[in-house]
């Protein structure tokens, strides 16, 4: 049997990826304002569970993209998470990601406490007078002491990418986050994740931000506009209002008032 390959152009490689997700999801429902999170997360790891198992406080997109607006900071709990993060259109909103796993002072602090670094990271990142978005891609402890704290009112955070992978603690950490009904999350269910997954969530928010990936045109009277995953054909528009129409990954989100 002659196996073929793809004619695919090196610029459209992501693009063409995105395509076969789509394509792939086929009927699949996702929640509206949540698909580029979801689509990325599944280019990330080539894994469509994530399409079920991704989970989305009320409003949690949009609470986030009006922190990051307002300057958030994201901490990580693994420098891999940390390097992961486009950092460079973070800072255009005046964020900065900060991880706290490897400094020395981190180390002395679980020593004296008898617990983890990330715990201890987690301690240290509650001290910040920031608005800050945790991305939890590792240790269910961070998150553990996340929930702790959130509990105690000793922390508000404007939303938590709850994605750590692994066995020990890690779905129950999960739950426990899920339970939170005043703290807007992100959260993959069950025993997958990992820091590249929070990498690429946190990415992907960055990018429905981007104005410049915005691209709207007038077409029999309406002015439609696609998605902003990167992964559309910025020729094209869906002509279906609200609706994914499943073509390029195509998402009409904004109506002009003749509709």
């Known amino acids: 049997m002659k196996t073929e390959l793809e004619?695919?152009?090196?610029?459209?490689i992501e693009k063409r990826s995105f395509e076969i997700i789509t394509e792939e999801l086929g009927e699949v429902s996702l929640i509206p304002g949540t698909e580029p999170i979801v689509k990325r997360c599944i280019h990330t790891s080539a894994d469509f569970e994530y399409a079920k198992s991704l989970k989305f406080s009320e409003d949690a997109v949009q609470r986030a993209m009006d922190a990051i607006r307002d300057g958030a900071?994201?901490?990580?709990?693994?420098?891999?998470?940390?390097?992961?993060?486009?950092?460079?259109?973070?800072?255009?909103?005046?964020?900065?990601?900060?991880?706290?796993?490897?400094?020395?002072?981190?180390?002395?602090?679980?020593?004296?406490?008898?617990?983890?670094?990330?715990?201890?990271?987690?301690?240290?990142?509650?001290?910040?007078?920031k608005k800050?978005?945790?991305?939890?891609?590792?240790?269910?402890t961070a998150l553990i002491r996340l929930y702790e704290m959130i509990q105690e009112g000793r922390l508000k955070p404007e939303l938590i990418i709850?994605?750590?992978?692994?066995?020990?603690?890690?779905?129950?950490?999960?739950?426990?986050?899920?339970?939170?009904?005043?703290t807007p999350y992100i959260v993959a269910r069950g025993r997958k994740g990992g820091s590249n997954i929070a990498a690429c969530i946190c990415n992907a928010l960055l990018y429905m931000m981007d104005e410049k990936k915005w691209r709207g045109r007038e077409e029999h009277g309406r002015?439609?506009?696609s998605d902003v995953c990167g992964y559309?054909?910025?020729?094209?528009?869906?002509?279906?209002?609200?609706e994914n129409c499943g073509k390029k990954g195509a998402y009409a989100v904004k109506i002009c008032r003749a509709h």
Not at 7 to 12: G, K, T, Y
Not at 174 to 179: D, T
Not at 232 to 242: H, I, L, T
């Open 132 to 140: 800050l978005i945790f991305a939890i891609g590792n240790a269910p």
């Open 232 to 242: 559309f054909d910025k020729e094209d528009s869906c002509d279906r209002r609200g």
């Open 7 to 12: 004619n695919v152009l090196p610029q459209d």
């Open 162 to 182: 709850g994605v750590p992978v692994g066995f020990v603690n890690v779905v129950q950490s999960k739950e426990l986050i899920l339970s939170l009904n005043d």
């Open 223 to 225: 002015i439609l506009f």
């Open 73 to 129: 900071w994201i901490v990580t709990d693994t420098q891999m998470g940390k390097s992961g993060i486009n950092k460079k259109k973070l800072a255009q909103y005046g964020g900065e990601v900060c991880c706290f796993m490897s400094d020395e002072e981190t180390a002395n602090m679980a020593k004296e406490q008898g617990t983890t670094r990330a715990v201890a990271s987690m301690e240290r990142a509650a001290k910040l007078d």
